[in-house]
Nanobody
């Protein structure tokens, strides 16, 4: 059973930074895609960023491009999402997800973390 355990959520003022981390329990992720998604109250879950475990490919939603950076540490089986210049519009529950295929659609991802809350105050 694959488990994804996120950490790093919390409360921050607008303009501030947070770093999310997602620890992956299984080691057989050499070809997996790791994604971050978020869901704000009353809204659908939306794509934020994705990275192939090889690290070669990354992709970002336009709303976070230039502010968020997805990366992975293969030695620690951990994926990171440093988030800078946060705005209240970034407030949401953030989910880490994993899937064997490359993609940006939430429904295609097989494994999900529990989703830490990120709140950005104005």
């Amino acid at each position: 059973q694959v488990q994804l355990v996120e950490s790093g959520g919390g409360l921050v003022q607008a303009g501030g930074s947070l770093r999310l981390a997602c620890a992956v329990s299984a080691r057989a992720f050499s070809t997996y895609t790791m994604g971050w998604f978020r869901q704000a109250p009353g809204k659908e879950r939306e794509f934020v960023a994705a990275i192939r475990w090889s690290g070669i490919y990354t992709y970002y939603a336009n709303s976070v491009k230039g502010r968020f950076t997805i990366s992975r540490d293969t030695a620690k089986n951990t994926v990171y999402l440093p988030m800078n210049s946060l705005t209240p519009e970034d407030t949401a529950v953030y989910y880490c997800a994993a899937d064997p295929q490359w993609g940006v659609v939430a429904d295609k991802y097989v494994y999900w973390g529990q989703g830490p809350q990120v709140t950005v105050s104005s």
